[in-house]
């Protein structure tokens, strides 16, 4: 086993998680305990509910995670937590249980920003891959597409600058809201993608939102198309609701496969253009939003077209997971950095 041995702690939202990474960058363990059940009755995340789970998951999940590794915790090493963004109450139970930790062993602690999580994460190895992962390459573009985010980065010599960000919705965000108001329950987006596949696009025009001049994403446009051509369809169809189980109408299936191919083609819209204005040679993709399939069966094409290398992070590590942050505060720690634990605070919005 190489060290140093790493901890890793994310509980930026509706998962509690813990991971351990030796110190080539394998995966020894990721443990994921999702709170589905606990929101589902509210149609989204409730922040304080999201707490008091963290709270309560926490013991099992830390307990699984050192476990799989066949490790104890006085044998980790170096201690990460996410720091933001997030929800704060949330991202506290993680920090201030990184923090203890870290104190109580004298430990390197790492604060690490959750998007920098997101951003390395299609270099990991599935968990178990006796495999250590090659170098991260010096220079990529990063595209990390979640419930909070669509970004692009430039990622040179592990500096990292902004190139498109999210001007409203985040990509997940809209997927999830198109969902909800077809009945369907949280989380929404995958069970959207998964009705999607089953429709046609051409029966509906959305067409793909520009930023003007700037590679920003901007997807309240298309969420307010949608939404309208929902209401179109129920003055015709009477009142849809997906969740209620039974055969969707074909004209839903075929709503939200134009709604999806807007979404998507948005995606591959913002990579023409950067790859037209400073052409890029590795992509690499990462979030819960980078699981949907259309995405992943057109970006395999796009990527050939233009020379680029496509790096899609696995789909266990595509939603939250702790790997990605323990992998985040191992490039920190090879550099040789390290933040205070006492200093280190939670916060709801921070730049990458
Ligand atoms: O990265 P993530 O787990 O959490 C955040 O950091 O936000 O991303 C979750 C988001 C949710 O909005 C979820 O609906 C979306 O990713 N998502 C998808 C798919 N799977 C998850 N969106 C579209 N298609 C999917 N297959
Ligand atoms: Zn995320």
């Known amino acids: 086993m190489d060290h140093p041995l790493v901890l890793g702690i994310e509980t930026s939202c509706d998962d509690t998680a813990c991971a351990v990474l030796d110190g080539a960058g394998r995966v020894l363990s990721s443990v994921v305990s999702s709170q589905l059940a606990a929101h589902r009755p509210y149609g989204g995340v409730v922040p304080e509910i999201a707490s008091r789970e963290h709270l309560a998951n926490w ?24 720091r933001g963004p997030g929800l704060v109450g ?12 870290a104190f109580a062993g004298a430990r390197p602690f790492h604060a690490v920003h959750h998007l920098e999580g997101h951003l390395y994460s299609p270099f990991l190895r599935p968990p178990g891959d006796p495999e250590p992962p090659g170098p991260i390459p010096s220079r990529f573009v990063g595209l990390v597409l979640s419930g909070g985010h669509s970004s692009l980065f430039a990622v040179e010599e592990g500096a990292v ?9 985040a990509i997940g965000e809209v997927f999830d809201k198109v969902g909800k108001r077809l009945g369907l329950p949280y ?3 995958p069970r959207v993608d998964e009705l999607a596949e089953r429709g046609v696009p051409g029966a509906h025009r959305f067409p793909v939102s520009r930023s003007g001049d700037t590679l920003d994403f ?18 015709s169809l009477g009142p849809i ?10 004209a839903a299936l075929d709503l939200l496969a134009a709604f999806r191919e807007s979404a998507v ?15 890029f040679s590795l992509l690499a993709v990462s979030g819960g939003a980078a699981a949907n399939r259309l995405l992943r069966r057109l970006l395999p094409g796009w990527a050939a077209g233009h020379e680029v290398d496509l790096r899609m992070v696995p789909l266990v590590y595509s939603g939250d997971n702790a790997a990605m942050i323990a992998n985040a505060a ?5 550099r040789g950095l390290a933040d205070d634990p006492f200093a280190a605070e939670a916060e709801s919005r921070i730049p990458l």
């Open 90 to 101: 949330a991202l506290l139970v993680g920090l201030s249980i990184g923090k203890a930790i």
């Open 59 to 82: 013991p099992r999940v830390s307990a699984e995670a050192l476990e799989r590794a066949g490790v104890a915790i006085q044998d980790v090493e170096v201690v990460a937590a996410t």
């Open 241 to 250: 609701d997906l969740g209620a189980g039974g055969e969707p109408p074909q």
């Open 218 to 235: 901007s997807y309240s446009g298309l969420k307010s198309q949608a939404l309208l051509e929902i209401e179109r369809l129920e003055r």
């Open 330 to 334: 191992l490039l920190r720690h090879r």
């Open 187 to 189: 989380p929404q987006g």
């Open 265 to 279: 083609g948005q995606v591959l819209d913002r990579l023409d253009r950067l790859h037209q204005r400073r052409p």
């Open 161 to 169: 600058s902004t190139l498109g960000e999210t001007r409203d919705d």
